[in-house]
């Protein structure tokens, strides 16, 4: 009950396109629905973040959507650019449950020219 | 905001030696760290969890023993891998939570013991 599950698992989009990186979860005392990018060698840097009250979140390029009742959240990177290839993590905690974060498997995304 | 430091970055250590990581939030209190794991191409895979001025939680499967984790502030946690194997070669990264979930890794430390 505790599992996130992220797809697609590799991801290639030309520049200008747009990235989508779903992932879908099974707890649904989950409150907190980070999503992380992370470069090689490097530690993950939060992107952006939903709580379940909204169904959507824009900042920037970056959005999230999200559906509480399918447990399904989404990232979508619009305009995507050869700086964003990296590998990004979908996320999701309790707030009330010592803050742990439950990660996906992660998305290798690359952007080409 | 919310920067979190890690030192040192990258340690090579004989084995049978000991090394310790430092995690530090620079511009916030952390109420709680984390330290993870992680292999190559793979996610992140949690380790403990320490609160301040308490004993650290582990996960299943970590050695309490091996993995010394220290919480001595709301801004420091340490994290002593004792007597180390080429088998504890890995990237170890932290986190720290000023709260309501969120968390904030530091760079990552790349620790090859020989």
């Known amino acids: 009950q505790q599992q996130v599950k992220q797809s697609p698992q590799s991801l290639i989009v030309q520049k200008g396109g747009i990235s989508i990186i779903n992932c879908a979860y099974e707890?649904?005392?989950?409150?907190?629905f980070p999503w992380y990018q992370q470069f090689p060698g490097k530690g993950p840097a939060l992107l952006i973040a939903i709580r379940p009250d909204v169904s959507e979140k824009k900042e920037g390029r970056f959005t999230i959507s999200f559906n509480k009742s399918a447990k399904q959240f989404s990232l979508h990177i619009m305009d995507s650019q050869p700086g964003d290839s990296a590998t990004y993590f979908c996320?999701?905690?309790?707030?009330?449950?010592?803050?742990?974060?439950?990660f996906g498997t992660g998305t290798q995304l690359k952007v080409e020219l | 905001g919310a920067v979190v430091s890690q030192h040192p970055s990258r340690v090579i250590c004989k084995s049978g030696t000991s090394v310790k990581i430092e995690c530090r939030s620079l511009?916030?209190?952390?109420?709680?760290m984390f330290w993870y794991r992680q292999f190559p191409k793979q996610s992140l895979m949690l380790m403990a969890t320490s609160n301040e001025g308490s004993k650290a939680t582990y996960e299943q499967g970590v050695e309490k023993d091996k993995f010394l984790i220290n919480h001595a502030s709301l801004t420091l946690s340490t994290l002593t891998v004792t007597s180390a194997h080429p088998e504890d070669s890995s990237f170890y990264i932290c986190s720290a939570s000023p709260g309501a979930g969120e968390q904030y890794f530091g760079p990552g430390t790349r620790l090859t013991v020989t």
């Open positions: 996320a999701a905690s309790l707030t009330g449950g010592g803050n742990k974060l439950t």
């Open positions: 707890n649904t005392a989950f409150d907190y």
């Open positions: 511009d916030f209190q952390a109420t709680t």
